[in-house]
């Protein structure tokens, strides 16, 4: 996951679009948000844990019905994509376990391989010295 310690926000055509990079002379990205910061109001410690929202998301009616009466459609929407991607969590994690574990099996491979490549030039080397010193050129020149 990419974290974007640079961020800011502005509205192009009734669109709010989020911005970020990671720094000086890094790539730019950008994504149109559904919730625009609220910057009129102080932030207090409970906005700060939007894990609130997933719990038992399916049976916390008292959530939903504050949603609904807030009446913000940005606001839900928001909610409902952190759910979506809260959900996809666990998948993340194994992708991403089994690509580690993916990728040690690859240079595990590798380094095999290239023993192998070693042994190979090597002997290659070996069986050509073996030629040099023998004369193998000359004493078959010399029998044809």
């Known amino acids: 996951m990419t974290a974007l310690p ?26 149109e948000v559904a919730l625009k910061p609220d910057l009129t109001s102080t932030e207090r410690d409970v906005d700060r844990d939007p894990e609130y929202f ?3 998301p399916t049976l916390n009616y008292v959530v939903a019905q ?14 409902v994509h952190f759910r979506a991607l809260h959900g996809q969590i666990s998948g993340v994690v194994e992708r991403g376990e089994v690509i580690d574990q993916l990728l040690l099996d690859v240079e595990s491979f590798k380094h095999k391989y290239l023993a192998v490549q070693a042994t190979f030039a090597h002997e290659l080397h070996q069986s050509r010295e073996r030629l040099v010193k023998g004369r193998a050129h000359s004493r078959v020149e010399r029998a044809t």
């Open 6 to 31: 640079f961020l800011s926000y502005r509205e192009v055509e009734g669109r709010v679009i989020q911005y970020g990079t990671e720094g000086v002379n890094q790539g730019v990205y950008s994504q």
């Open 54 to 56: 997933m719990r038992d």
């Open 66 to 79: 504050a949603l609904e009466k807030e009446g913000d459609p940005e606001l839900t929407t928001e909610v």
